[in-house]
């Protein structure tokens, strides 16, 4: 079945940039944020691997995602900390959990979707489990939704129920069966954060409630939004293509938390505590108002120490927020202009001497109206002679953690096969002009 031909030509279609690295990462290691398979097991408390670990057979899986694996880990403890608390008997997939893949679906990359879909489902089946357990929005949706819509075009058994813990949780809350115990801790206000996908999406909006109302010490106190009419938090697409839009409407979040007299937003969505944490950051809000994940808050309630994901968020938007910026037809233009002695000397065919000579004679602008059909025809010759001084200039202007630079070089030229033929057409014009004045030397006039 020829599910591509149906709907789109992705090889036809350019996506947000960073999702071309986050696509060559899914490829390689698993995950989108580029950390190693071999580590997507580290945050997993070590004294519950005997109860719930890979080697433990369990109706339940949990499924924590990516972010919560190798950003936010807090979510990831708390949850299956919580659930253990619970009674829930479940299992972890481990290094054989991948990405859910949603980016991929967004990104249209259907083909790579399809393959992480079966392989996840493949592994649960494995594990012997019916049901999967996540904490991310994003991953209930695909295992809830997504999955089984897919699973049934393409005749695949699925025969999988997904749960998110907050049912869970408030289910065992309601029955009497698991209680907080009381804490001594200063009552404190806190709002809600309804995520689109599991809210609007999923129609899961008391759960997560009956669960932070439970918690000893909190005041649950609403915004003027929410539930059905939540104002989204500005994650993921806005937060990856336009980060200053983005800055705004989370902010608009924060002000409504803040006219409620809320100490903190509790929210259970990674991609949405990230976006509100860089948010909090970048309006300068750190003393007014705090973003805790809400499993976090409950595993705290109970007496367990959580670590704070605030440093890892903040490093790990630097790293995007360098990316975004690089991977514009502006970003790529002006390390373009750097890497012109060594592109003109990459240019095959023996062009490269004959512009230098059409510099030197001052002629060279009677090529610029050549450039938009040259550029594309040549380009892909030349990029691999000139990869090593791209990744030198990509690596001065992104804050990469060391694990992420060890991969560029194998990441960076798939990115640029699928990135450069639809991005020359907005790079060309703005390299043209100040490559004729560095061929007639007047580039630092």
């Not at 819509?149 to 813990?165: F, S, V």
Request: with cysteine; proline share 8%.
């Amino acid at each position: 079945m020829k599910l591509r031909g149906q709907l789109i030509n992705e090889e036809e279609r350019m996506t947000i940039p960073p999702f071309e690295v986050m696509s060559a990462a899914l490829q390689d290691q698993g995950n989108i944020w580029a950390g190693y398979r071999e580590n997507r097991t580290d945050w997993f408390p070590e004294d519950l691997l005997q109860k719930h670990g890979p080697d433990h057979r369990a109706p339940n899986v949990y499924f924590a995602g990516c972010t919560a694996s190798y950003v936010e880990n807090d979510i990831g403890i708390a949850t299956v900390r919580i659930l253990d608390e619970a009674g829930v008997d479940f299992s972890y997939l481990g290094e054989r959990e991948l990405c859910c893949a949603t980016p991929m679906l967004v990104a249209g990359k259907w083909d790579q979707f399809v393959e992480v879909m079966k392989e996840n489902i493949a592994n649960v089946k494995a594990a012997g489990a019916d049901t999967v357990i996540s904490s991310c929005p994003a991953c209930d949706m695909m295992w809830r939704h997504t999955y089984p819509q897919w699973a049934e075009k393409l005749g695949i058994e699925y025969d999988i129920t997904a749960r998110h813990y907050s049912e869970i949780v408030a289910e065992q809350i309601e029955s009497g069966q698991f209680t907080f115990p009381e804490n001594g801790h200063d009552p404190e206000k806190v709002t809600w954060h309804d995520s689109c996908h599991l809210g609007r999406v999923s129609g899961i909006y008391e759960a997560p409630r009956q669960v932070a109302a439970a918690i000893p010490g909190a005041e649950l106190v609403e915004m003027a939004h929410n539930r059905e009419d939540a104002l989204c938090c500005g994650s993921v697409l806005t937060l990856i293509s336009d980060p200053l839009a983005a800055h705004d409407i989370g902010d608009e979040k924060l002000i409504e938390a803040e006219a409620v007299g809320a100490e903190k937003i509790l929210a259970l969505c990674p991609c949405c505590e990230f976006q509100l944490r860089v948010s909090v950051q970048k309006k300068g809000k750190d003393d007014q108002i705090e973003v805790v994940d809400l499993a976090h808050y409950a595993a705290e309630a109970l007496g367990y120490p959580m670590p704070d994901p605030n440093p890892e968020v903040r490093a790990q938007w630097a790293v995007f927020e360098a990316m975004i910026a690089v991977m514009t037809p502006a970003g790529f233009a002006a390390i373009m202009e750097e890497m012109f002695p060594e592109l003109i000397d990459a240019i095959p065919l023996g062009m490269g001497p004959m512009m230098k000579f059409m510099g030197r004679a001052k002629l060279a602008k009677f090529m610029k109206p050549m450039f938009p059909f040259l550029f594309p025809r040549l380009l892909p010759g030349m990029m691999p002679k000139v990869m090593d001084r791209m990744l030198e200039l990509v690596g001065a202007r992104i804050p990469m953690p060391d694990y992420l630079a060890e991969q560029m070089p194998d990441i960076m030229p798939r990115v640029m096969d699928n990135l450069m033929p639809q991005m020359l057409p907005d790079v060309i014009p703005l390299i043209a002009g100040p490559m004729i004045d560095h061929l007639e030397g007047r580039a630092n006039a």
